[in-house]
């Protein structure tokens, strides 16, 4: 079992800049592909971001492209979601994610790992 834990979230005034993290307290991230997801009210999660366990492929979804960065630190057992220009759609809870295939991972259902979120309030 991993446990995932997510952090950064917070209130922010549109066109500002957050930085999530996730971090897995005593294990290895080395051997998981990461991924961020979110789920807005009323809606289904969805895809946000996703790296491959070495950091060398990345993936985005069209609406956060240019304006999201994903990143890892496998020393320190944590995965980064970088977020600027906000905008008010970005308003979500935040899931990090962890699978054992270690490609670009993109379908949630092959996610392993889920953390608990983090909410992202974006206001305009």
């Known amino acids: 079992q991993v446990q995932l834990v997510e952090s950064g979230g917070g209130l922010v005034q549109a066109g500002g800049s957050l930085r999530l993290s996730c971090a897995a307290p005593?294990?290895?991230?080395?051997?998981?592909?990461m991924g961020w997801f979110r789920q807005a009210p009323g809606k289904e999660r969805e895809f946000v971001a996703a790296i491959s366990w070495s950091g060398g492929n990345t993936y985005y979804a069209d609406s956060v492209k240019g304006r999201f960065t994903i990143s890892r630190a496998n020393a320190k057992n944590t995965v980064y979601l970088q977020m600027n220009s906000l905008k008010p759609e970005d308003t979500a809870v935040y899931y990090c994610?962890?699978?054992?295939?270690?490609?670009?991972?993109?379908?949630?259902?092959?996610?392993?790992?889920w953390g608990q979120g983090t909410q992202v309030t974006v206001s305009s």
């Open positions: 005593g294990r290895t991230f080395g051997g998981y592909a």
């Open positions: 994610a962890a699978s054992v295939i270690l490609k670009v991972v993109l379908i949630e259902k092959e996610y392993d790992y």
